[in-house]
């Protein structure tokens, strides 16, 4: 049974426009959001993270929501580029579980100039 | 240093090798992790080292066995490995606290023959 779900295996958008890639929690233990950048052969690049008592953190053009109660976060970029194209993992934790990540199946972005 | 330094890169390893996998980090990090990642696929934990002490074992075959000799550097020993243990071997490490992120390595390449 996947904890963590990314419904989206990819997502193609304009440059300079929004992107937003979803996320999907089951396990309501999860207190602490990350979400991961990851190309081809290389390791994840932690982008962004957010705690459960928060529903927003904002880093740049990188901001993630936290819906708790629908046991949903988004990640939005603002303005999308070419270099932005990469596979994004939405990873979840809980406190009591020796910081181990739980990983969604990771959406591929295509930002297209 | 941010950073989480794998070696090597690729490994070609015959099912009668062994071989070992290194990782090393000198940001005081006190948990280290070994995930596995197949093509398309998100990374799947293997172990988990909390102060150089195995915490979690996520029902890994034998023929993987995991080695933290100090608080900076994590090995994986590999024998008798399968073809279908060939896939993108990652490292990360995490401070022992609430919230941390993950920094993981670029990954070591394995492929078995």
């Known amino acids: 049974d996947q904890q963590v779900k990314q419904n989206s295996p990819s997502l193609s958008v304009q440059e300079g426009r929004i992107s937003i890639l979803n996320c999907d929690y089951t396990n309501s233990m999860f207190d602490y959001f990350l979400w991961y950048k990851k190309y081809p052969a290389e390791g994840p690049t932690f982008l962004i993270s957010i705690s459960s008592i928060k529903d927003k953190n904002e880093d740049g053009r990188f901001t993630v929501f936290l819906n708790k109660s629908a046991k949903h976060l988004s990640l939005h970029i603002v303005p999308s580029q070419p270099g932005d194209s990469a596979v994004y993992f939405c990873?979840?934790?809980?406190?009591?579980?020796?910081?181990?990540?739980?990983f969604g199946g990771g959406t591929r972005l295509m930002v297209k100039p | 240093d941010t950073e989480v330094t794998q070696t090597p890169k690729h490994l070609v390893m015959g099912m009668t090798n062994k071989k070992s996998l290194k990782c090393e980090q000198h940001m005081g990090h006190r948990a280290m992790y070994w995930y596995k990642q197949k093509a398309k696929k998100p990374p799947e934990l293997m172990f988990v080292y909390s102060y150089e002490k195995l915490s979690i074992n996520e029902s890994v075959p034998s023929r993987f066995s995991p080695e933290c000799p100090n608080s900076s550097l994590l090995n994986l020993h590999l024998h008798a490995l399968q073809p279908e243990d060939s896939a993108l071997y990652l490292c990360?490490?995490?401070?022992?606290?609430?919230?941390?992120?993950?920094?993981f390595g670029q990954g070591t390449r394995l492929t078995v023959v």
């Open positions: 990873a979840a934790k809980t406190n009591n579980a020796g910081n181990m990540l739980t």
């Open positions: 990360a490490s995490s401070l022992r606290d609430i919230g941390s992120r993950a920094f």
